[in-house]
Nanobody, 126 residues
């Protein structure tokens, strides 16, 4: 059974940093996509950063240059280092794996499915 559990959310002032972790228990698909999404109240869930099945990294335009995704295969853990945080980064952040996406954009979901964590809240104050 696959279980994704996120850690590291919290409250921070604008310009600060946070590091999210996601422990991916039972996940063994070495060729699958994995990454981070976020969803603010009243908004659609959006991709933040992800590895595609070939290991290529993609970032949303809004997070490029500020966020860094990484993974430790030995620990089955995914990370998201978030620097220069802005109030508009305030959201619930979700770890995910093996979602359905378009052919050219791993961050563009096309259907429900995959494995998802329960989410961790990130709040950035101005």
């Amino acid at each position: 059974q696959v279980q994704l559990v996120e850690f590291g959310g919290g409250s921070v002032q604008a310009g600060g940093s946070l590091r999210l972790s996601c422990v991916m228990s039972g996940y063994t698909n070495t060729g699958g996509c994995m990454g981070w999404f976020r969803q603010a109240p009243g908004k659609e869930r959006e991709g933040v950063a992800a590895f595609d099945g070939d290991g290529k990294i993609s970032y949303a335009d809004s997070t490029k240059g500020r966020f860094t995704i990484s993974r430790d295969s030995a620990k089955n853990t995914l990370y998201l280092q978030m620097d220069s945080l802005k109030p508009e980064d305030t959201s619930m952040y979700y770890c995910a794996a093996d979602w359905y996406h378009t052919e050219y954009d791993v961050l563009e979901r096309v259907a429900d499915g995959g494995y998802w964590g329960q989410g961790t809240q990130v709040t950035v104050s101005s």
